[in-house]
């Protein structure tokens, strides 16, 4: 322990001190303690210091102050360190900081009254903590009446909530609250509306019996306990209310700043009113009972609209005007007495003046007269045993006995009222159990304490004993429960108090010794309560200066009664005369029934506490007029003990729940705390004695699992076990060395006070130190991260130094060079220029001097030239000739000379060639020599090219150049002439030269003046220009300007524009939206009432029919329960086929081998009998072949018969028409001569014109005789081929038709026709017995590859059996189920191909026959004339055509119309038909069963099917409703035969999408718009039936999976929590996880597709089930303030990742669901943010435009720091946001509306699904529908 102490009390430890301001005030250690000091060195909050000195007896140390984390927690007993500062620090704290009023103490709820109205109680509200387990939400009124409401429902006990508090601390309030929560959880069991009634009680309450006082406006003068009864469904059936101890004293006196009870200011407000002019009232200041208070108005309050709430409320609970107008003729009545002036007749007489207007007024109005009233005012009747007198009074008694006259009215008045509420809230159907919700005052003590607040008192130790017994007592079966160590922990018993008041000889019982007493008084009494008591009593004492008072030592203070009118009050007598006066009013009755039951009244003040109670816990009514006088003289201390000892076994027969109300201040300031006030009644009101009591044993509770995550980080690796609960156990004996400071329990580890916030020291200072570390290192890396670039910017800044210094030189040097350079240049400039004029005048004078010498020179040169040319053409002439006679001479010598040799040469050559060695000789080396010549002939030619080339380019290079020559030559020549006549114009050349120099130097003057002139003209001009430039440009930004002021307006237009129609339009879906969600809502409700409806004719059906009563199974049920057997029994048989399929797979030995084999032989059996039933199926189809033959002959024969005597009968009438016309033309002939009728006349052309008539008739009859002919002849033949027994003779039948045919070409016309139908008919049927025969044979074939199949199947089974075991059985076992599959696929397909093919041909020969009488009847009608048409009967003709494709419809019997609702609706599994069948199938066939009904045109047929499948799907759905996969399955049918009802309504609309196909099978007769409006509120009917079945399997898995579990484990540590404990975040098994959701979520999914429910129909579910999610989520976000916390923050983010995640796998991205997450996603952006400047205000308010205001403020309120190292959010911040959020325009609601409904729509989906391809199975029984 000591170790432990210095551990906790050393430097900056904060602990409380007391203060008389502050009762407490926080200070820190400045100082280690030490266990040798005598003070402590502390520093307060605002930077004081002190030394705090110790008790040197007893060295108590301060107490401590707990951790930050765990300041504002929602249960006191959460807090490690439980005393009295912790718990009005913690309290303080949630109330100003939070604004928070509620807060649990154990199980105590305490309220603190806020003076101000709260958001926190609307139906929002009350419908997130419906459900809900008591720790699982902050604290509220509301989980306190839902603990007591599910406990009463749970364990079938009746429950108690006690309310308590001074006057002005909310008690009427929070009972209010606690019975709207009642009356809107539960329901009326009936259409009374008694929740209503409850409701409405309490207005009319609150008038009569709540008054102004000066702590509270609207303060209870009594106590009520008040029984709301619930049936055994928990609906309210009704209430009863009992009343306690009303304060009568307040009708007759009110101190200053208070007021009479309302129900008076509310009249005197209401005077004008017209039926309140005969009451004669008027203003409150007028009225001696309302006006001493001298405050007769409340602020903010109307009291005339209080009375019409409170008429309201009477006329709701059954007191109709009449008996309202009554009950305020009393009230006022009251109020003219209170005015009756009494006068001193004498010392010991009184006298009323006569006429008196009040007295007169209050006689008028209850019905007595004047003198009788004013009579017994003044005196009263004593009576002895021998005689009676009247004895006249005093003044002062006189107004004494009519004050308790106005009070005895007044309590009467308020005991009929009460007895008439619960007369209306009483039912006639039994009560299972009640909650009862005691609202009574609490413990009071003033400065004058009087016998009031002596019974008030005495019923708070009461009800504190009974609290403190079950706080023990609860105590005492956690610590069993956990098999903890009971050790006895003294607590404060005030038994003894209570015997001081109601035992024997105790304080009441003295009194009412007293009372009895003839002249007992006040001060007698109080000398026997101080005989009695002073000195045996420690509890009871006597004031030192006083003899009439007393002091009690109560459980909450000590208190001084003072003993003046203890007498009278207990007595509270009334003059009996002045009674029997008002009971003998003749004209009002109520006064009468008001006073009926005097003589058996149980208390003379009418105060009965069981009045209008139940039975079993009233007083006896009393059964003679002695026991009625008895009980007459009971005082009230004694009936109000006998009441409060009633009302204690009531409470203590039920479950009682606490409620404590806290008033913070005596001002009633908003969210105002007063300390000192706070303390007094904390102390008062038990809530300290139950921290106490906590305080005293283990007060902090962890589960195993809780402590190990909280202090993991206080275990080393090797502490972890796997048992948690023994790691738990090692860790806690190492760090707490005294075991006495816990214990283990079987599921929890208790610990003492203080021991919590020592682990958390310890966890902090581990934390802290890992911190430290943390920082360390990072700040070491920051450290070095800065000097790293400290030292890159210092490189960085001396490189730029350095070059900008090398810039600097550089640019000195470059400026140098450069100046130097420009001086060099100038220097050469000035040079230059100098060089230049002197050169100038030396070349002009060079030039000069050399011109001259030119001029001498070129004329020399010209005279040589000339000289030269005449030399070299002379000598050039000589040359030639001299060269010309050369060559002759060479040539002619050259010619000689090689004559000469050539002959030389002959003469040698002829020589040589007469000798033959010598022609060997030459022969040797001439091929030598030709090759050489050859290469020298080559090379010389070569050569020659060369040279002949060479000689052309110089012979061309010559001629060019003597050409050019010769060009100059003549050049120069004409040069010559030039210069000769240049050398003439020399001369005149100069003078003009003079002469243009003066015109030059006039010219130039003028230019020079019209330079200036232009040079001034263009600087003018220019400047024109810059000026025009300038206005063009000041026009051109003008222009701009308003080009762009017009595109921004033109812009703002259209966005002004376009906005507006975003809105209009915005507007306008949220119109239809609300008008879609108005009126699916209507059809909700519809829907509901119809419900309600068909559940009270059942129920009286029911009532009628069953015997006993509670017996409730009806026929559903038990079909429900039938077909749940029959789904149970299938699924076992499934099992068990599972479970046989796994032993064969899992055995190993060689009894597999023979199992495999006799599962071979079975299904060869069935094989073979499969085979068999194919044989059976052909012979049937056989033998039905042959008989529809032998019918069809038959049928046949006769028809030949009567065609026969038809043709006989024509045949005779054509003889008889044959007859006549010749007797006819006989007659004509024979009298043309005599008669006057002569060819050509009109009776002749007459007759002729008839006869003509007849005869074309007659040829027409003889081709149809003749074609019935041929007919006949062809149908016979057709039949013999048929048969193949008989031959082609035709019978005597025909014989005789055919030898009648005497015309030649009509017996041709028959034959031919005969032989054309045989052919046919023999073609067709040989084609189709070979189609017979191939399938046969192709049937044989297969048969034949089954027998080799098998005969192979069985070799391998052989080898198999050769194999090693295993691998046998592996073989064996694959291709045995290989085999046997596809044999068993085949077999099916074959039979199924049979039968299809079977009923084909059975079709076709019904389709056969009837075509025959078809074509018959159309050859009929074609080849008759109309007289004939109706006469002739319709003949078939056995000529075939195509066969008629299937019309997508279903024929069925109308009696067969139930059979069909029944197998297809009722009695239909959605599982089978959803996995097995297409999707939508029954609305298909219910589709074309309605087709076929309009093809037919039956009204009667299409309506009653449509109004079955209706009333059926409804029925089903009522009784299947909260099964998910059948409210899926039928909204998807239902959906999908709406679409129908559209696709095939025939509107365009709709048939856009259709084939030509579905186009064709559109209604036809009838148009079904009206029931697709029926069905479309059906199918709305059931999708929100499905939204609501899928909200109850989600709802509770969404708080636990999205807020509680820990999807990321280890971000959020678990805080120590109290006596209410919340559901664990780490996940235990049963809990839900996020995973939970994501699978429910994808099982729905997946169950509506497979039903086949439309895309955009999945879309607006997936978005309301996110909704839901979102909406759920944030609203326990923000009922819970352990979940407002960073780490939190992060979950949810994650979570609403993992759910978006699952949108993008589903495809549902765009169908708007993650937008409804989007209030959840900010808040939790809200929990991570920082929130501490203005800065983050800003962004807040920017980021959360999805949360309201409310939301915000609530959620910065309620957000906690789960580490020491978080901070809370400051007020002033928090007022920061509320002043930025103040102009948003939103809804104060905080909680979002989870029974909200998007409206649904369902957009049209067209099936591309041809009716005449759907397939009905034989599994749905509907063997009776024809498919047409």
Known sequence: ??????????????????????????????????????????????????????????????????????????????????????????????????????????????????????????TDIINAYSGQNMGDMDPHIFAVAEEAYKQMARDERNQSIIVSGESGAGKTVSAKYAMRYFATVSGSASEANVEEKVLASNPIMEAIGNAKTTRNDNSSRFGKYIEI?????????????????????????????ERNYHIFYQLCASANQPEFKNLRLSTANDFLYTRQGRSPVIEGVDDAKELRTTRHAFTLLGINESYQIGLFQVLAAILHLGNVEIKDRDSDSSLIAPNNRHLTAFCELVGVTYQDMSQWLCHRKLKTATETYIKPLPR??????????????????????????NKALVTNIKQHSFIGVLDIYGFETFEINSFEQFCINYANEKLQQQFNMHVFKLEQEEYMKEQIPWTLIDFYDNQPCINLIEAKMGILDLLDEECKMPKGSDDSWAQKLYNTHLKTCSLFEK???????????????????????????????????????????????????????????????????????????????????????????????????????????????????????????????????????????????????????SAAGFPSRWTYQEFFSRYRVLMKQKDVLPDKKLTCKNVLEKLVQDQDKYQFGKTKIFFRAGQVAYLEKLRADKLRAACIRIQKTIRCWLARKKYLRQRSAAITIQRFTRGYQARCLAKFMRRTQA??????????????????????????????????????????????????????????????????????AIVYLQCCIRRMRAKRELKKLKIEARSVEHFKKLNKGMENKIMQLQRKIDEQNKDNRVISERLVSLESSYASESERMRGELGRLRGVEEDAKNKANQVSSLLEELEKLRKELSVTQQEKKTIEDWAQKYRDEMEKMVSELKDQNGL?????????????????????????????????????????????????????????????????????????????????????????????????????????????????????????????????????????????????QFQRARARDDAQFRKARGAELEYESLKRQELESENKKLRHDLAEMRQSLLGGAAASAGAPGSPAYKVLLDQLNASCEELEVRKEEVLILRSQLVSQKEAMHHKDEKETMTEPSVFAQDVNKLKDADELKQAYVGLKDTNRLLEQQLQTQRRTYDSEVESLRGELQNVKEENNRQQQLLAQNLQLPPEARIEASLQHEITRLTNENLDLMEQLEKQDRTIRKLKKQLKVYSKRIGEMGAGHTEGQTSPGQMVEEPIHPVNIPRREKDFQGMLEYKKEDEMKLVKNLILELKPRGVAVNLIPGLPAYILFMCLRHSDYVNDDQKVRTLLTSTINSIKKILKKRGDDFETVSFWLANTCRFLHCLKQYSGDEVFMKHNTSRQNEHCLSNFDLAEYRQVISDLAIQIYQQLVKCMENILQPMIVSGMLEHETIQGVSGVKPTGLRKRTSSIADEGTYTLDSILRQLSAFHSTMCQHGTDPELIKQVVKQLFYIIGAVTLNNLLLRKDMCSWSK????????????????????????????????????????????????????????????????????????PVNEFEERVSVSFIRTIQTRLRDRCESPQLLMDTKMIYPVTFPFNPSSLALETIQIPTSLNLSFLTRV
């Open 1 to 122: 322990m000591n170790r432990e102490l210095e551990y906790m009390f050393v430097q900056s430890a904060r602990v409380w001190i007391p203060d008389a301001e502050e009762v407490w005030k926080s200070a820190e250690l400045t100082k280690d303690y030490k266990n040798d000091d005598a003070s402590l060195q502390l520093m307060l909050e605002d930077g004081t210091t002190i030394d705090h000195k110790l008790d040197p007896k007893t060295k108590n140390l301060p107490y401590l102050r707990n951790p930050d984390i765990l300041v504002g927690e929602n249960d006191l007993t959460a807090l490690s360190y439980l005393h009295e500062p912790a718990v009005l620090h913690n309290l303080k704290v949630r109330f100003i900081d939070s604004k928070l009023i509620y807060t649990y103490c154990g199980i105590v709820l305490v309220a603190i009254n806020p003076y101000e109205t709260l958001p926190i109680y609307g």
């Open 229 to 257: 009864g619930f049936d055994n469904r928990y609906r309210i059936i009704g209430a009863n209310m009992r009343t306690y101890l009303l304060e009568k004293s307040r009708v007759v006196f009110q101190a200053d700043e």
């Open 396 to 421: 002062l008694q006189a107004t004494n006995a009519r004050d308790a006259l106005s009070k005895h009215i007044y309590a009467k008045l308020f005991n009929w009222i009460v007895e008439h509420v």
């Open 543 to 693: 004031p030192r200066m006083s003899n009439r008072a007393f002091i009690i030592q109560h459980f909450a203070d000590k208190v001084e009664y003072q003993c003046e009118g203890f007498l009278e009050k207990n007595k509270d007598t009334v003059n009996e005369e002045q009674i029997h006066v008002l009971k003998a009013s003749k004209k009002f009755n109520l006064l009468v029934e008001l006073f009926q039951d005097e003589e058996k009244a149980t208390t003379p003040t009418g105060q009965v506490p069981g009045t209008g109670g139940r039975t079993r816990l009233s007083i006896k009514p009393d059964k003679g007029r002695d026991t009625s006088s008895k009980e007459h003289k009971k005082t009230v201390g004694c009936q109000f003990r006998n009441s409060l000892q009633m009302l204690m076994e009531t409470l203590n027969a039920t479950t009682p729940h606490y409620v404590r109300c806290i008033k913070p201040n005596d001002f009633k300031l908003a969210f105002s705390f007063d300390p000192k006030r706070a303390v007094q009644q904390l102390r008062a009101c038990g809530v300290l004695e139950t921290i106490r009591i």
């Open 819 to 888: 100046a130097t350079i420009i001086q060099k240049y100038q220097r050469m400039c000035v040079e230059r220029k100098r060089f230049r004029q002197k050169q100038a005048a030396a070349l002009a004078m060079q030039t000069i001097l050399r011109a001259y010498m030119a001029r001498q020179k070129y004329q020399a040169l010209l005279r040589e030239h000339k000289a030269v040319i005449i030399q070299k053409h002379v000598r050039g002439w000589l040359a030639r000739c001299w060269y010309k006679r050369c060559l002759e």
């Open 1035 to 1179: 026009l051109k930004k003008e222009k701009d300007d308003l080009n762009r002021m017009i595109q921004e307006q033109s812009q703002q237009m259209t966005e002004k524009m376009t906005r507006a129609i975003a809105q209009e339009t915005q507007q306008l879906e949220t119109d239809l939206n609300e008008e879609r969600s108005r009126y699916q809502n209507l059809l909700t409700e519809h829907l509901r009432l119809e419900e309600k409806y068909d559940d009270l004719k059942e129920e009286l059906a029911h009532s009628k029919n069953v015997s006993k009563p509670g017996h409730r199974r009806t026929d559903s049920t038990h079909s429900s329960n039938e077909s749940e057997y029959t789904y149970n029994s299938e699924y076992a048989e499934l099992e068990d086929g599972s479970r046989v399929g796994e032993d064969v797979t899992r055995g190993m030995d060689t009894s597999l081998t023979l199992k495999l084999q006799k599962r071979v032989t079975e299904l060869e059996q069935e094989k073979q009998s499969l085979r068999n039933e194919l044989e059976n199926k052909e012979e």
């Open 1689 to 1760: 923050g992060m979950q949810i983010r994650y979570n609403v990742s993992q759910l978006e995640e699952w949108l993008r796998d589903k495809g549902l991205m765009n169908c708007g669901a993650k937008e409804t997450l989007e209030p959840l996603i900010q808040a939790a952006q809200l929990l991570q943010v920082k929130k501490k400047t203005d800065e983050d205000a800003e962004a807040i308010c920017s980021m959360c435009h999805a949360l309201t205001t409310a939301q915000i403020v609530k959620v910065l309120n309620l957000y906690t």
